[in-house]
């Protein structure tokens, strides 16, 4: 039978020329520190530690053997997506990430499909980029959920949606560049509670910001981290929508309308969360996710999936795969 299909997955390539003419002196580079260690850098900040996983394929290779895993969709790492730069900035240092993604993904065929990143300030180029790289072998393409203080709402951000719907691109949205303050200094907080606030708010931007009311139903587009807590909160806005529709009724229907238009990934680690997923999300809209190969991420890839007692088998197969299918347009197994 054919193998999961991890739809949230990042790369970082072993090194890439210097930056610094286009993003400044806080450029991304790389600081290798052997064959399998390096750090990944703002400027002089240390970003984070990275191992081999993240650039050799061979590795990557053996860790899905591992877990069970057929398929890899293999992303940017959201710090590199350089959003504050200018556009001719950003797509300078996308057009380098991208190519280097497919010299990472090249080796193993079939079984890593490339995902791009694209200058998301600047609609023109974003949509440039996107097609220079889908002819060039990638499938889709990565986003942030938010340009500085503009969400996915914003006009541009719709224009360049709905160039990814014309193009039968799929796009995976990926929080970062999370609010700052004093009180998520601690205990990693950031990515415990601002990585899930942000990716519900990208839900609520797309939903009372309209854009599902504006972009063609063939966008195909996911959210990772299980969407945040939009799930556990979706009554409340639907509660909202109908209570202070005076303010919030932005959107042509309420909230739970929309159920159906967009995928969110399974890396929940609960089997509970999972539950509320499939319930509210719907078992055809759920996609295994893993975070892969960072340290918040789930190993083995999929596991909740696996273990949890309530799905029964065809759920389970659409989640594991056949979800994933549809959304990258594969043919079903």
């Known amino acids: 039978m054919p193998g999961t299909i991890d739809v949230h997955t990042h790369y970082v390539p072993h090194g890439w020329p210097d930056v610094s003419d286009a993003a400044g002196p806080d450029s991304p580079w790389l600081r290798v520190e052997s064959e399998r260690e390096a750090m990944m850098m703002t400027g002089g900040t240390e970003f984070r530690r990275i191992q081999s996983d993240a650039w050799d394929p061979d590795v990557r290779l053996a860790d899905m053997d591992a877990d069970g895993v057929q398929t890899q969709v293999v992303s940017p790492t959201p710090v590199f997506f350089n959003y504050a730069r200018t556009g001719e900035q950003a797509a300078k240092i996308a057009t380098i990430f991208n190519d280097l993604a497919l010299d990472i993904t090249g080796p193993a065929g079939d079984r890593m499909i490339p995902f791009c990143q694209v200058p998301l300030q600047d609609p023109d180029l974003a949509c440039k980029e996107l097609d220079r790289c889908l002819d060039n072998g990638h499938r889709g393409v990565e986003i942030g959920n938010h340009v500085g203080d503009r969400d996915l709402d914003d006009a541009g951000v719709v224009e360049f949606l709905q160039h990814c719907a014309s193009r039968d691109a799929p796009v995976f949205v990926h929080p970062w560049d999370m609010t700052g303050s004093p009180r998520l200094d601690r205990w990693m907080a950031k990515w415990?509670?601002?990585?899930?606030?942000?990716?519900?708010?990208?839900?609520?931007?797309?939903?009372?910001?309209?854009?599902?009311?504006?972009?063609?139903?063939?966008?195909?587009?996911?959210?990772?981290?299980?969407?945040?807590?939009?799930?556990?909160?979706?009554?409340?806005?639907?509660?909202?929508?109908h209570r202070r529709n005076d303010?919030?009724?932005?959107?042509e229907f309420p909230p739970s309308h929309y159920l159906g238009r967009f995928y969110v990934d399974s890396v929940v680690f609960d089997e509970r969360a999972l539950r509320l997923l499939v319930d509210t999300i719907g078992s055809e809209r759920v996609m295994v996710?893993?975070?892969?190969?960072?340290?918040?991420?789930?190993?083995?890839?999929?596991?909740?999936?696996?273990?949890?007692?309530?799905?029964?088998?065809?759920?389970r197969d659409l989640i594991l795969r056949g979800n994933a299918e549809r959304f990258l347009g594969l043919p079903a197994s």
């Open 247 to 251: 303010v919030i009724g932005t959107s």
């Open 192 to 241: 415990l509670v601002g990585m899930p606030a942000e990716s519900h708010l990208s839900i609520l931007a797309m939903i009372l910001g309209g854009v599902f009311d504006r972009v063609d139903d063939r966008l195909k587009i996911g959210f990772a981290h299980g969407g945040g807590s939009f799930a556990f909160w979706l009554g409340r806005m639907e509660n909202a929508w």
């Open 289 to 315: 996710g893993s975070d892969y190969p960072y340290p918040l991420g789930e190993r083995p890839v999929g596991e909740v999936v696996v273990k949890s007692e309530f799905l029964e088998p065809a759920t």
